[in-house]
């Protein structure tokens, strides 16, 4: 009983019930530009997959990451929040905190070799010219299973997983390392190969771009210009490269911090309540990559608004009012009731948008309805000699 009662007030938030509610509702759009963020780009990367180069593939995993947290954590973290304390047990806190930790260091792992290949392309081009899509395979591979290892440690007895200090969602329990020597073990080792080196690989990375680009610009278009048919081609993919990794760090930074702090040092003097501001940086994280790509690269606004388009034009033809219109239509008369009481009838035409040009079978007055229209509006095409001021 002892033993169910302390589970039962681990659970409990610890911090004030207006933290959670705040919390809880700045998951929620979190959550929400999360999914229509990534799940855009997904979309816009598959429309134009043909013509997709190697390093943004990394760009494409970094989503497919991304949405994994968003799926895994928030539909428990958000319920959790607003009840001011975790609803799912002992077993759905495990699985969170693993998910936690497999998609969080699987993007951080992402960035990393993504910033390795950047550099690779501009420092050393007779090296990353040669880089496929069968390079860019086998390194994301590779990223899934060196996220896999830390992330599985816990289940296996190295480290261990438990609830935040805030109480109302789960990962590595940062306290364990004040009384055991495995945990003490699994956290150094995490903040060095997780979280020190690649943040060290991401800095001299960019740092050697910064360098290679500002001695030698010549150079740097001689061996960019040729395979790309454009000059600013792969600068581009490395600034938003750049804005990502820069935001995604900015994002983890706290958190990490605060970690660190709990796990050296006496954890009850860290406030509860830092440790849920961290955390609230650290799943924003999820926001950047697409916000960034999806406003910042021409190609993908372009397939996007392309794909609006698109998207616009079916809706319009599918629509029984608009697009779908019975073939006999465009030889159903129209009726126009003039100031002298009197009837005239006219033709009708489709016009397909708002450039179309009306077609009729007679030199009479015609009526063209605009289905193209977003407004559905109905004018008056090749009006004869007859004033305007007839028609009511």
Same mark, same amino acid.
């Given at each position: ?5 302390? @589970? ?8 004030? +019930? ?13 959550? *929400? ?32 990451? /991304? ?7 928030? !539909?428990? #973290? ?38 390795? *290949? ?11 010219? +040669? ?20 992330? *599985?440690?816990?289940? @296996? ?7 935040e200090p805030y109480g109302t969602a789960c990962c590595? /329990? ?49 061996? &960019? ?12 993919? &490395?600034?938003?490269?750049? @804005? ?9 930074? !706290?958190?990490?911090?605060? #970690?660190?702090? #709990? ?11 830092a440790f849920a501001t961290a955390a609230l940086f650290a799943k924003s994280s999820t926001v ?20 609006? &388009? ?19 239509? +465009? ?28 077609? *009729? ?32």
């Amino acid at each position: 009983m002892g033993n169910a009662s302390d @589970a039962t007030a681990v659970f409990i938030s610890t911090i004030s +019930k207006e933290y959670d509610v705040v919390m809880g509702s700045l998951y929620i759009v979190f959550c *929400v530009l999360s999914l229509l963020g990534n799940g855009i780009l997904l979309l816009v990367a598959h429309h134009k997959r043909s013509s997709l180069k190697p390093p943004e593939f990394f760009i494409i995993n970094l989503s497919i990451s /991304d949405l994994g947290m968003t799926l895994s954590l928030f !539909p428990l #973290a958000i319920p959790s929040a607003f009840s001011h304390r975790w609803l799912f047990g002992e077993l759905a806190c495990q699985l969170y905190a693993m998910c936690g930790v497999l998609f969080g260091l699987c993007s951080l792992t992402n960035l990393t070799a993504l910033s390795f *290949v950047c550099c690779l392309k501009v420092c050393f081009p007779n090296h990353g010219n +040669k880089f496929s899509w069968a390079h860019a395979r086998l390194l994301v591979a590779g990223v899934w299973c060196y996220a896999s290892v830390f992330a *599985v440690g816990p289940l @296996a007895q190295w480290g261990r997983y438990g609830t935040e200090p805030y109480g109302t969602a789960c990962c590595i /329990d940062w306290r364990a390392p004040n009384h055991e020597l495995s945990a003490l073990s699994y956290i150094v080792c995490l903040f060095v190969f997780c979280y020190v080196l690649p943040c060290t690989i991401i800095f001299l990375s960019y740092s050697s771009i910064l360098l290679t680009v500002r001695g030698s610009r010549q150079a740097v278009q001689q061996h &960019v210009s040729p395979q790309t048919k454009s000059v600013s081609a792969h600068s581009l993919i &490395v600034k938003l490269s750049v @804005a990502v990794c820069i935001g995604f760090l900015v994002a983890w930074t !706290p958190y990490a911090s605060v #970690a660190m702090w #709990a796990a050296f040092s006496d954890a009850t003097r860290v406030p509860p309540s830092a440790f849920a501001t961290a955390a609230l940086f650290a799943k924003s994280s999820t926001v950047y990559n697409p916000a960034v790509y999806l406003l910042c690269k021409p190609n993908f606004r372009q397939c996007l608004y392309s794909d609006t &388009v698109t998207l616009r034009q079916r809706i319009y033809r599918s629509s029984p009012r608009l697009g779908s219109a019975p073939q006999h239509n +465009k030889d159903t008369g129209i009726s126009t009731r003039f100031s002298n009481g009197q009837e005239d009838t006219f033709e009708a035409c489709l016009c397909i948008d708002n450039h179309a040009r009306c077609h *009729v079978s007679t030199a009479q007055r015609t009526a063209c309805i605009l289905t193209g229209s977003v407004h559905r509006e109905v004018t008056l095409c090749q009006l004869v000699a007859t004033p305007l001021a007839d028609f009511l």
